[in-house]
């Protein structure tokens, strides 16, 4: 079940990597779709990471992430999500014990 999940997972952020290529230009970072789609969730994203989290985080980890192209993240959570279903599906399963009980 769980194999299926990821897989619907992958699929979903395909499918929203193309459509961010296609329709914002397939350069233009992930601040700028964001702030295209509503220009006070990066201010929100900001005030929400200073206050929960250390300092370093927003300036080390978001403001590069947000520097990226906008399809780059969705892609990634697909190739993870695939992968890990990969992984998931090519498991053998545990066999059956070989003592005999008697």
Do not use: C, K
Request: proline fraction near 7%.
């Amino acid at each position: 079940m769980s194999v299926r999940i990821l897989l619907v997972l992958a699929a979903v952020a395909v499918v929203i990597a193309f459509g961010l290529a296609l329709l914002v230009s397939p350069m233009g970072s992930l601040e700028q779709a964001i702030a295209r789609a509503n220009h006070l969730a990066l201010v929100g994203m900001q005030d929400f990471f200073r206050a929960q989290t250390p300092g370093w985080v927003w300036t080390a980890i978001m403001l590069p992430i947000l520097a990226r192209p906008s399809w780059l993240l969705p892609l990634s959570v697909a190739l993870l999500s695939g992968g890990a279903a990969y992984s998931l599906a090519s498991r053998t399963p545990p066999g059956r014990s070989q003592r005999r009980r008697g």
